[in-house]
């Protein structure tokens, strides 16, 4: 019979003391430290692209979380990755103001330019391609979000120029 | 009241934004801000509810619930009672995530001080001493510009320690989400809030009574805070009149689509759907007709030409079956088709599901299953009675909360008004919008189409509302 494997981070030896900072500060606002679950992934997130299993563990350590919990958590939202992701994730939005307005052809391009579908990434590790649900970006549809930037009145042209542009310059800048 | 004569505004929600820059602290007392809030630290917290209840707010996120109702199932009010519960919370819902509805982020990004004086204002009255701004992942630009509403407001007295010299104290605090359409239905966001996985809470008990970490709990939409200072400032009878219609105030409609200039307007309560459509619009786009809309967001019924003269209010849209949902209309044209409309928006649902209750976990996705197999021309006669059955399945007593009655509005409405549209993808075995769709000839006719018709006949009720 196999035996489970079973892998205990501690998370002062793990995570940075920013990292630990910053999710304390979440902690010391709400009631309770579980409650900062969401902030500390948001954190480690911000820090190094992605959670990783041993992230997970760290912060289920910190916050005295049971591990099988925060991953449900991890994997409910949208915006936690517990993948690797390239350097800029393009968050297409797909919602039916977008799809009404011609998103198709937008994505139809993305996908032919990196030459990647929904949820791969370009062999360089640049960019991850998702979609997104509503972006609140309705009336200047077709929209995306690439990192923490908004760009909206897309054309499958426009949304190549984006990528190309960031591709460039290696930075988002709206 | 403070009954002011001069400068009453017809457009309080929207007169002080500023996309650009918004009001820094000084510029938006200057021009009127914290004058509400002021005013309601003046009286008695029964009195700032009273003017609430009053003044006929209700709730704009969506269900349309009489606000200073909901307050008053709070437990407390009675000023130095000792046995009230210590602890409450205010939560604004600002986790705006219904597809095709924009109006929460223009007063997020475009006016932060408003949001944050409203919330002084509510948190005063339940009693509450923190207060969340409950704010979705994507929006990054009115998290940094709400951070900084708050801060000044701090440095000002507004939050913190005994505000303005009274003997309240309050803290706030945004929380950013990571994206979950679900996290807008209030039991869903406690438990967010809570940092559980964001499924909603079997009622009762209420969040009023029972919500965030076990205490009484009031989650407010945006929109909804943000005409309290303007209630507070310039009384109940100006609120009232600002709409000729049954419900008071002002409400931010918006339009998206193909319509020639897409936008938000906040007017008074209860313009027609066709002067929305066309006077604030512009109607359709050049070589394009109209073929119907969503009144108040993806979670709402089709409304169809028959039906523009309606009054964008709670009980007229409800009587021609629909809901006034969040006032946001999304435009269908003649060029885009409603069996892939009605797919968008059913992905949107199955995707967004928290898979908490079966007949939501399940039937989404079949649902989605079906309409693909529809529209690409794969379809057979009996798949309409599927979806039919699948209404019914998803409706309202089957499930915990409003997400899949959200997702069976736009569908059995769809199934009614553009059923040619589902005949001819299935009888033509093609999409006739999109022909490059696969070809499959089914041929059927039209007495073999059998329950959808009784299904029509019947009308259930008007479901509560779900997410932004």
């Not at chain 1, 002062?12 to 630990?20: F, G, K, S, V």
């Not at chain 1, 990647?116 to 509503?134: H, R, V």
């Not at chain 2, 939409?221 to 100006?238: F, R, Y």
Request: hydrophobic share 40%; aromatic share 8%; charged share 20%.
């Amino acid at each position: 019979m196999e035996t489970i494997k079973t892998t205990i981070i501690d998370y002062q030896h793990y995570l940075t003391a920013t990292e630990i900072a910053a999710i304390e500060h979440e902690a010391s606002i709400m009631e309770t430290r579980e409650a900062a679950g969401i902030e500390a992934l948001k954190v480690v997130q911000a820090h190094r692209g992605w959670i990783s299993d041993e992230s997970l563990f760290a912060i289920s350590d910190l916050l005295s979380v049971p591990i099988a919990q925060l991953e449900g958590v991890a994997t409910f939202y949208n915006l936690i990755y517990r993948q690797p992701v390239g350097q800029y994730v393009i968050h297409l939005c797909n919602s039916i103001a977008c799809h009404l307005t011609g998103a198709d052809s937008v994505l139809v391009a993305i996908k032919q330019y990196l030459n990647i579908d929904y949820g791969q990434t370009t062999t360089d590790g640049k960019f991850t391609l998702l979609s997104n649900a509503c972006l609140g970006g309705c009336d200047k549809a077709p929209a995306m979000m690439i990192g923490i930037e908004h760009f909206q009145h897309l054309s499958p042209e426009s949304a190549v120029d984006i990528l190309q542009q960031i591709a460039a310059k290696g930075e988002v800048n709206g | 009241m403070a009954e002011h004569t001069s400068n009453k505004p017809l457009k309080p929600l929207t007169q002080w934004v500023n996309l650009q820059q918004p009001l820094s602290f000084d510029d938006y007392c200057q021009a009127g801000g914290y004058q509400g809030s002021k005013i309601a630290l003046q009286y008695s917290r029964n009195e700032v509810l009273e003017i609430v209840k009053k003044s006929g707010l209700k709730g704009r996120g969506g269900a349309g619930f009489p606000t200073g109702m909901k307050w008053s199932f709070v437990p407390m009010f009675t000023d130095g009672d000792e046995e009230a519960p210590d602890n409450k919370y205010l939560v604004a819902n600002a986790d705006e995530m219904e597809p095709g509805t924009f109006k929460d982020r223009l007063l997020l990004e475009g006016v932060p001080h408003q949001l944050v004086e409203a919330m002084i204002i509510a948190a005063y009255t339940i009693g509450a001493n923190k207060a969340y701004i409950f704010l979705r992942g994507e929006y990054y630009l009115a998290a940094k510009r709400l951070q900084d509403a708050i801060d000044q407001a701090y440095q000002n007295n507004w939050l913190g320690e005994k505000i303005q010299g009274s003997s309240y104290s309050m803290d706030l605090y945004i929380h950013c989400s990571a994206g979950r359409y679900i996290c807008g239905e209030e039991t869903a966001l406690i438990n967010a809030l809570e940092g559980k996985r964001a499924i909603p809470r079997a009622k009762p008990p209420f969040p009023q009574i029972s919500g965030l970490f076990g205490k009484p709990t009031i989650v407010n939409n945006v929109e909804t805070l943000c005409n309290l200072p303007h209630i507070l400032k310039n009384g109940i009878a100006w609120f009232q009149a600002i709409s000729p219609n049954s419900d008071a105030g002002s409400k931010i409609y918006s339009a998206c689509g193909r319509v020639k200039n897409p936008g938000l307007w906040e007017l008074p309560m209860g313009p027609t759907l066709g002067e929305v459509l066309y006077d604030y619009a512009g109607g359709l786009q050049d070589g394009l007709k109209f073929r119907g809309l969503l009144p108040g967001g993806a979670s709402t019924d089709f409304l169809v030409a028959e039906h523009l003269d309606t009054p964008m209010d709670f009980d007229s849209i409800a009587k021609v079956g629909s809901r006034l949902g969040t006032g946001g209309l999304i435009v269908l044209d003649d060029k885009n088709c409603p069996v892939a409309m009605v797919l968008n928006l059913m992905r949107f649902f199955a995707q967004e599901s928290c898979g908490w209750c079966t007949p939501c976990r399940d039937g989404t996705p079949w649902a989605v299953e079906v309409l693909t197999r529809i529209e690409q021309g794969q379809g057979k006669i009996q798949d309409l009675d599927t979806l039919a059955k699948l209404c019914d399945f998803m409706w309202i007593g089957k499930t915990h909360c409003a997400l899949a009655p959200g997702a069976v509005e736009p569908l059995r409405s769809a199934l009614k008004y553009f059923h040619d549209d589902f005949l001819q993808h299935i009888e033509h075995g093609c999409c006739h919008y999109n022909p490059s769709m696969s070809a499959k000839r089914t041929k059927v006719s039209q007495d073999q189409v059998t329950n959808i018709h009784k299904y029509q006949s019947v009308k259930p009720p008007q479901p509560p509302k779900v997410g932004q």
